[in-house]
């Protein structure tokens, strides 16, 4: 289906890199969501978007319903943020929970 | 502390061997969910449960079966297990949003499962 795409697959950043992991979608959505896959596997949601920005210490993340795209940046990243970073969208209706389609995510790492 | 927790958190079965994983979560939420995970296609959903009594397909809902009787519990059964259901699974929780505005998903730890 590729509903949900990441760009790009694989990141290699120094420490101290500016990071941007992109996401587009083609379906109307009610929600964008990023999620961080730690490398021993474990899952922890960063941030759901609707509309706008939110910001959580180092992390931003955007999202431009118009043009159906949202980016997530990390400022002065360090080690410890080497991930896996996922997206996904809760399809339509506005305010359902139910189907979550994810992309396929995006391998950070980044060196000391 | 809140958590969701699965079991196991590995299983190597055989093909046809009826299995069931167990997900169970101590935040009183209304949404729980099932995935799997396998290399070069990401995460999937299987299953959702918006509430008790009330569960939906996902994208991958062949081959599995699920129920929701109490809220806290949320069980993945594999009534005929075949090799392409070897995968890494996830399941999730989550306040109910048009309750609370907050949908913050919960995974638990993960169950890796393989059939031979």
């Known amino acids: 289906k590729n509903e949900v795409e990441q760009s790009p697959q694989n990141l290699t950043a120094q420490e101290g890199e500016f990071i941007t992991i992109n996401c587009s979608y083609s379906v109307g959505i009610s929600a964008l969501h990023w999620l961080q896959q730690h490398p021993g596997g474990g899952i922890v949601s960063l941030f759901m978007l609707s509309s706008g920005k939110k910001k959580h210490g180092r992390l931003i993340a955007t999202i431009n319903i118009q043009e159906k795209h949202s980016s997530l940046h990390i400022t002065a990243s360090h080690p410890r943020d080497s991930a896996v970073y996922i997206c996904?969208?809760?399809?339509?209706?506005?305010?359902?929970?139910?189907?979550?389609?994810f992309g396929k995510g995006t391998k950070l790492s980044v060196k000391p | 502390e809140a958590q969701v927790t699965q079991n196991p958190r590995y299983l190597i079965t055989v093909t046809g061997k009826k299995l069931t994983v167990t997900c169970s979560q101590n935040m009183n939420h209304e949404y729980m969910s099932w995935y799997r995970q396998d290399p070069g296609l990401g995460l999937r959903q299987i299953y959702y449960?918006?509430?008790?009594?009330?569960?939906d397909k996902g994208d991958v809902p062949e081959g599995y079966k699920v129920s929701r009787k109490e809220k806290r519990n949320f069980p993945l059964i594999l009534e005929s297990p075949s090799p392409n259901q070897t995968s890494l699974y996830f399941c999730?929780?989550?306040?109910?949003?048009?309750?609370?505005?907050?949908?913050?998903?919960?995974f638990g730890p993960g169950t890796r499962l393989t059939v031979t």
């Open positions: 996904a969208v809760n399809l339509f209706p506005p305010g359902s929970q139910g189907n979550l389609i």
């Open positions: 999730a929780s989550s306040p109910s949003f048009r309750a609370s505005g907050r949908w913050e998903q919960y």
């Open positions: 449960s918006m509430n008790v009594e009330v569960t």
